[in-house]
């Protein structure tokens, strides 16, 4: 084993999983492990992380491969991705793996932030457990979300009024404008029957920036008078177009949210969908066409009198500063 001490710890230089150090305070002094001085220092450094959901026992040994590093024995491995949450955490590399010292408790492993190292996918990135402290290791659910390191990263979001929509030539829904009796508020909207499947488009130009992954969707709807069942189902679906491509090509799959609503001229906001899959494999300065669709066909879908669209909000993540 190689003495270090703190002034020793750098990113080249950093206690592996199996070194320690010793720390002297107040006159007392105790082996410090790497886990324990990664968790004084607020960061914890690991080697490798996982893509996908793994079998600890035989993904964590000697010599295996994970995101393209070949793992050592010793070495530190956040494992984010499982399948079953509870196994999440920070693990060291062995003939048996298991959680590092120092980050056995849950109470440990809740609100740590992790920089990974090494790897194809994960190199130089950071991550932070979002789980908050109180629950029981390998029974309560851990969680790891990206951390962005520069402002202009991350999740965004744009809105697409229904004015800016194009109703589809064939089943598309009638544009109105409605205004409020007392204070004669005006709102445009597009009216979805409750019946015919109606379609309107949007063709969305990315920003570079765009990480050119899964989009999600909320929408934003009113409806008239009825007296019951008030139930609709919207659904949202896209395909990338590159230079010189055709633009008369089938949509990716759909994603759709559900909601409910009770009272006439009320402003409704639905839950936010599952990850859409844009079609067509999208590529820097890909054009995207948007389809937004009620789905009267769906089992929740039982408002009898149509449903007026405000419009919808798009969520995306950049993974640039600049475009």
């Known amino acids: 084993m190689v003495d270090k001490t703190i002034g020793d710890l750098t990113a080249a230089t950093a206690l592996t999983g199996a070194e320690s150090m010793e720390v002297e305070q107040g006159g007392n002094s105790r082996e410090t492990t790497a886990a324990e001085v990664a968790r004084l220092s607020g960061i914890v450094r690991v080697r490798a992380a996982t893509t996908a959901n793994i079998t600890i026992s035989t993904a964590l040994n000697n010599a295996d491969s994970l995101d393209g590093v070949t793992l050592a024995t010793g070495d530190l491995v956040l494992v984010k991705d499982q399948s079953t949450t509870n196994q999440n955490g920070i693990y060291e590399v062995g003939a048996s793996p298991a959680r590092v010292a120092g980050f056995t408790a849950y109470n440990q492993i809740a609100g740590v932030v992790v920089q990974v190292m090494e790897g194809t996918v994960n190199a130089d990135r950071m991550y932070m457990c979002t789980s908050n402290q109180g629950g029981t290791i390998d029974s309560t659910a851990l969680a790891f979300s990206r951390i962005y390191t520069d402002a202009a990263f991350g999740r965004r979001h744009f809105p697409i009024k229904a004015g800016d929509f194009v109703p589809r030539i064939t089943n598309g829904p009638a544009f109105g404008i409605i205004e409020m009796a007392t204070n004669k508020n005006n709102y445009e909207y597009l009216a979805f029957d409750a019946t015919t499947q109606e379609f309107a488009d949007y063709l969305w130009f990315p920003p570079p920036s765009w990480d050119l992954g899964t989009i999600t969707f909320k929408a934003r709807w009113f409806h008239p008078s009825t007296t019951t069942n008030f139930g609709v189902a919207w ?57 937004v669709a009620r789905v009267p066909a769906n089992g929740s879908d039982t408002m009898a009198v149509d449903a007026y669209l405000h419009g919808i909000d798009v969520f995306y993540t950049e993974n640039a500063v600049t475009d």
Request: aromatic share 2%.
């Open 235 to 291: 659904q949202l679906a896209g395909i990338a177009m590159s230079d010189n491509e055709t633009m008369d090509v089938a949509l990716g799959t759909v994603q759709t949210v559900t909601d409910t609503g009770g009272t006439t001229s009320r402003h409704y906001v639905t839950s936010e969908s599952s990850a859409i899959t844009v079609g067509g494999t999208p590529a820097a300065g890909d054009a995207v066409l948007l389809r």
